[in-house]
């Protein structure tokens, strides 16, 4: 969801090219306008995975009705940094792929798909302080276990990612003029 939402949002202008030079439309809309499809992408695929779940014997808990809002700031964050690498993408042609690229590594260092205590102190403190353990962690307990002791850096890591995305709306707003001289 992070990284599909950077990349979507990411090269959300450089895909509408055409309609920055030749229309007045707000451009944030431009740069936007990739997330619906990616959302619908998302929504069919949870919908898929539910199915899996039920057809292996693997029931949520009913905290799973409140999934849609727990991952509100993960989204968030995708897009704050989305559009952020929109407007640079555009000056910079490849700067979308290459943090993509690293976001894909980084996601290494959060606990998607192995246990959140590693054994190394050193990748103890990468994992702790990283905003995204929390975003993905507190989401997942949640849904299949009904609780999670992780509310407070959920919390944190939320208001993380509305800042990341009231900035990369207000960096977007700062340097939109600058896209269609680059276009």
């Known amino acids: 969801l992070f990284v599909g939402s950077v990349s979507t949002v990411g090269g959300g202008l450089l895909t509408q090219g ?23 992408i998302q929504l069919v695929n949870g919908v898929i995975l539910c199915v899996l779940m039920v057809a292996l014997g693997t029931i949520p808990s009913w905290w799973s009705v409140v999934l849609p809002l727990v991952v509100l700031p993960f989204l968030a964050l995708g897009v ?16 979308t792929s290459m943090v993509t690229a690293v976001l894909n ?12 205590k590693p054994q190394h102190p050193f990748l103890q403190i990468i994992v702790d302080y990283n905003p ?8 997942r307990e949640l849904f299949f276990e009904g609780a999670t002791p992780h509310y407070l850096g959920f919390f944190l890591a939320s208001v993380f990612g509305c800042v990341i995305l009231m900035l ?5 707003y ?9 276009l």
């Open 80 to 95: 704050g940094v989305g559009l952020i690498l929109s407007v640079f993408g555009v000056l910079t042609r490849d700067i």
């Open 168 to 172: 990369g709306i207000h960096g977007f």
């Open 132 to 139: 995204l353990t929390y975003l993905v962690a507190f989401p």
């Open 18 to 40: 055409d309609l920055v030079l030749r229309t007045s439309v707000p451009k944030i809309t431009l740069a936007l306008a990739g997330l619906p499809m990616f959302l619908c």
């Open 174 to 182: 700062l340097i939109q003029d600058k896209v269609a001289e680059r």
């Open 105 to 116: 590594l980084l996601m290494y260092v959060t606990p998607v798909i192995y246990v959140q």
